[in-house]
């Protein structure tokens, strides 16, 4: 079982930046995914970002041109750097892993983006 807790939210003004990380259990080293996800008050979970073994990326509508997703294997570690966030981005961060066609996920990180 491989357990997954995010950090890094908080409170941020329009235009600032926070870098969200998740800490593994166990290694990652041989999951085939990891990635972020959104959830908006009152919305639907969606994908920000996801990071192949391979080190290939992929983002999401909400986080292209703003976010980075990047892997410590070594560290277990995965980081959302994002960058002008924006109202919208209000929500809870999730990360979650990939490994042998099981899904894991986090609790999740809050970040409220408001002045």
């Known amino acids: 079982q491989l357990e997954l807790v995010e950090s890094g939210g908080g409170l941020v003004q329009p235009g600032g930046s926070l870098t969200l990380s998740c800490v593994a259990s166990?290694?990652?080293?041989?999951?085939?995914?990891l990635g972020w996800y959104h959830q908006a008050p009152g919305k639907q979970r969606e994908l920000v970002a996801t990071?192949?073994?391979?080190?290939?990326?992929y983002y999401g509508d909400s986080g292209r041109g703003r976010f980075n997703i990047s892997r410590d294997t070594a560290k277990n570690t995965l980081y959302l750097q994002m960058n002008n966030l924006i109202p919208a981005d209000t929500g809870v961060f999730y990360c979650?892993?990939?490994?042998?066609?099981?899904?894991?996920w986090g609790q999740g990180t809050q970040v409220t983006v408001s002045s």
């Open positions: 979650k892993a990939r490994c042998f066609s099981q899904d894991y």
């Open positions: 990071i192949a073994l391979a080190g290939f990326t």
């Open positions: 166990g290694s990652t080293g041989a999951c085939s995914a």
